[in-house]
């Protein structure tokens, strides 16, 4: 019985949300309504309302996760992390606070934003800009055939990506439309093509229950089954 | 006892701090003083300029302001260029959405350097932002089946209803164009998935430079009408005429390829150099 | 400007100039900067949760669609994942999660993913072009099915003997592939970098007292990077 409700229903429900969705995709299942619409259309759209108002819920889940891991350090007093940690957990209220009360739009929300975790945002994604300038002069080396295409071919892009030479040196733009076009486009469409199929099958598994990782941990008897 | 190096092993490990000061000076010395290298337009940025010139008029657009913070520097002037050029155009209506969390705050960042007043448009009649809509795909799904199911407020929470741009809008099949200015994939793909397969809203996509590569199959495929990443704002800036960070930018991006292409030599001939010489 | 901007600018430049810190050295600004960051992106996070909770839940709710009610219950059972009794109950609302997002991610991806990718390349002509075009196209052809091989094709003996050639093309085609990315990515990077330099020199340094500050702020850095043992005060950060 606990193993039926802890694990079997929930695969089921997965089955069904899923193939409802499918089914309202590819067939228009009788009963249809005066205007031709298959009941699955109004169950469907229910069911992508809720998964938006579920995702919602979910949004909360990093927070949590923050707070009890820097609850410790605090409550340990780790060496050099607990005063960050208070501080972290400082700007979780301020920003819930703030944002909740005075709403997501609010200017006196928009103004913690812009101050803050804009700017902190687009620093940390453009700091890695540096990191891959270091790399790319450690570890671009033209060792094997492999290599070198990369390094042909990055080298044209980058020449292009520089507007004053793809305006100087026509024959850059044409060979990088060609490296675009051709190798690129085919390889990445070839990656696709795989990724569609490891998707689908992953699709499958999990909806017949070969694939349990979303159900998170499993006791011994839930494994089993 | 220290070992002594030869002249291409120190070469080879020419500390970082010096690898990124002279980037750091390659970024700074054309900020300081303009060089002006112009900008080559391709023919991706003239089609997809083309595409919402020639839309018909009372056209309505679809847009994903679906970008983080993280890209704002490159996706920004970009979405600010476009809606320029929606607004310059007249006649539209240019609905947008979120399926980035930081979408509405940077669309109201946008929207004040547009000024869209300037050309004589208004909020609820000829743009509106519908909020920050949770769940990328399901989002998307859910906002093409039924919109108004989906969501009856805007951004700021008032009712839907009371703007003369909601007027008969309904599902995906009320929208003429999908434009995207996203730095996920899951978006930037899932609205393939979600309203190009089974609507066929014709769809712009403007993704950030590193993303493109993953977008090439689509537009080859015909899924794709015109795709630009962030980096060609400039671009559009000068096609649109409203000069701005994109083509500020163009003589920057020159300096600091060069200089990566002058790491990539260096670095190279130091490894080669130090192979062959032993040290 | 008003005060309000001027203090949003002041924090915000002096933010960006404490994470590129952590380029050159760890130091106390950053993990300062650091811990900001973090700590502003889940309540920002929570923000919008409500937000969206409130919007597209609650309105509907109030509205009188009372089912409404199940969501919201579902929504808060997703939270017993961190019970260690009752965490199995998170698994409903996460299995009608899944099944949405497989359900959606499906019926497409065989479409737009499998079927539309097919066809682009079986149209793509070989004959009737001119000699540069078919010979682009049938290159575009061969990686193409090379790296489909090279992915799906994985059992033993498939990549080795005569059939090596196959995977070597699709890795010769991807290392293309990557090389472009690679270039793209230095692009978004520069352009990220550009943005947030440009914000300093035309939004930070205009204003009063940003020139004279500018250097203590780099010389505090510095000191801030010099090991804790190797300074004079204070001796742990």
Redesign the interface.
Known sequence: MSLLIRRQIPIALVFITALLIMMD?FLKLPPLDARGVSWT?PV??DL??W??????FA?GFGAVNLFILHSRHISRRTVKQWPFSVWLLLMIILFTVVGVSY???SPE??WL??SS??????T???SLG?YM??G???A???RNVDAVIL?VT??IA??K???????NAPFV?SIDSWL??IP??SA??GI?ISAALGAIALGIRTMTGKETGFLGRLTEAEKGG | MREKRGFWSRL?D?P??V??GL?LIA??IP??KP?G????VSPETQKWYDTIDKLPAGSVIMIDFGY???????L?PMAVAVYHHIFKRGGLKAIAMSTS??G???W??AMAEVNPSQYGAQYGVDYIHI?????????M??VG??LR?????D???NPLDQYPIMEGIKDASSFDLLIVFTTGGDQS?GW???W???YKTPYLCSV???M???M????????IIALT???QA?EMEYLVKVPA?GI???????????L??V??I???IA?YGKKYSGG | MDLGSVIQIWLAALFTVWIYSI??RDNVFFKFAEHTFVGAAAG??IV??V??I???GW??FT?GATLYLVVFLLGLILYTRYHSKYFWLSRFPLAIMVG??IG??MR??V???FI??I??TASLQLVGVDAWTAFSNLIFIIIVVSVVYFFVFTFPGLHGGGRAVIPKIARYGMMA?FG??FA???????????????FL?SSWLPLPGAMMVLPIVLILLIYAMIPAEKRPWPKSS
């Open positions: 995709y259309s469907v759209k992508q309302n998964g938006v108002i579920l995702t919602a949004l709403g997501a739009t929300y928009s934003y812009n975790y804009f700017a902190l945002s687009a940390v994604y453009s540096f300038t270091s790319i002069y450690r671009l080396r033209a390094l990055g080298g980058l020449l990506n520089a507007p004053a030479v793809a305006v733009v675009n076009a690129t486009t990445m469409r696709m | 080879e020419i970082r701090e690898l990124y980037l970024f700074i900020m300081i060089i290298f112009p900008v080559p983080s913070g993280g890209g704002e520097p490159e920004g969390i930081e509405p705050l940077l109201d960042k909020g920050y809509i949770a769940g990328t795909e399901t989002a799904a859910a089946k039924d199911a989906t969501t009856s407020t951004y700021k929470g793909e393939v998935r979600q190009v397969t089974p950030l430079a590193m493109k590569p993953t090439l199959p689509y537009q080859k495929a015909g899924q990443s962030g980096a400039g960070r500020k930018s163009a003589d920057v991006m020159t300096l600091t390829h060069l990566i292409v790491y990539v260096v670095g190279n490894y | 380029a050159f920002h996070n919008y949760a937000d969206n409130r919007r597209y309105t509907p509205q949405i997002g959606l991610s497409a991806t479409t737009a993913e539309a990718q066809i682009s592939a472009y990315a793209n990515t230095v692009l978004s990077r520069f352009q990220m970098i550009f943005g947030r330099l440009d020199m």
